[in-house]
């Protein structure tokens, strides 16, 4: 049974890879000169466009939500979505969970507590920054109606971005490949937890791992981290209790390797519009490491070292398309129309370089999926900026009239130690 449950998971991979190429290429050349043609047309007579677009077939019974909490699952596309959050937020002036002092995480990976952000005077909107899932302590922060929602990522492919991104290969002397890691993965993963590589982990604190069971984590599932804390990880009956409890807390999992699908899942979901989703890919790069393939036995230590997550991802993809088959007739029509529009403002910001100029603007057509709508070249420029920074600004000004003497910190650390509760950016 192990041995099919592999190759399944190793065809999945392929088939999702090719998908996603033949998928992308295929509309492209169907849809994307029409829409080019209408582009061409309504851009005669450009105009100033404000930041929001109208709701747009959304009918009378739906309304723009503003109150959610976006969990971070760290390698799943998790900071463009969260370019796409700070941004819906920043353009209606909400209220953030903003993390203490020049902190980026709020906590985690430790469950959050009171110090970990910023006293607000009024309710908050968004929870977005990296934060431990916890149902107790989050509906006492957020409104009644908030809507939950978070993002996963194929556990394998996530592990390959993981790799390369934490540069987990030089964690030793001489550094390792790729293939050398998989293959003692708990040797290596080990050896990266301990007290000796606290200053190469940077803010991660000792005996904490980013390849086993990260996604699990994050959701705050009890696996015994902190040590000397619950752990369930070896209790398959409370394993699946945990991810049914999730299951009916979360309004969306979204799926990083359908990411075009899962936006507009949220679209839908949230009452959005195609300018609030639109984004570009951030902390990508393009890296041979990221298209590895695993051979059946790396896939196998791979799922043994790392099984609820490959559980946990099995469960939530098959929601995923239970909500999809849910959608109608016209969902992948909006699917296809949307990365039209995403590649018609990639063109325009970053091709024709506009996110670095003034004063000009694009205007998508009206279609069946959105009204008319302006992407300026200022909107092009918060796609690229990170605005964790505009926020704290904001919350200066919204709470502490603007005093920068009145800046909000934390705690500090032990003399000697990196701070454990939350990476800080820029370094203070």
Known sequence: MMKIAMLLWRKRLKIIMFLMLFFTALVYLLNVSFLVLDCTKANVNRKRASFRESDVGKGHSCTEKTNFVFIKCMKCATETMGTIIRRFGLVRNLNFVVPVKNNIYLGWPFVIEETDYRPSKKPFNILMEHAVYNSTKMEKMMPNNAVYITIIREPWRRLTSSFWYFSLGYTVEPPVNFSEYIQNIQKYDEIYKEPEKKAFRFCFPNGFSVVKNLMAHCLGMPLGFPAGHKDISMNDTAIMQYIGELDAQ????????????????????????????????????????????????????????SKIDFILYEHFNKSFWRKVQKQGPDFFDEVNHFKVVQLLMERF?????????????????????????????????????????????????????????KYWYAKEPDKGEIPKRGCSFPLI
């Open 349 to 405: 910001c970053f091709v024709e370089n506009n996110a670095n100029s003034k004063g000009q603007f694009l205007t998508i057509p009206k279609s069946k999926f959105n009204q008319e709508f302006n992407i300026s070249s200022e909107y092009c420029s918060y796609m690229t900026r990170y605005l964790l920074e505009d926020i704290r600004k904001q919350y200066n000004r919204n709470e502490l009239d603007g005093d920068a003497s």
């Open 250 to 305: 979360f309004s969306l999992v979204m799926i990083a390797d359908y990411f075009a699908e899962s936006l507009v899942l949220l679209k839908r979901l949230m009452c959005w519009t195609f300018k609030d989703i639109l984004y570009h890919s951030s902390n990508v790069r393009n890296h041979k490491i990221q298209e590895i393939i695993p051979t059946d036995e790396e896939l196998k230590l791979y799922y043994n070292f």
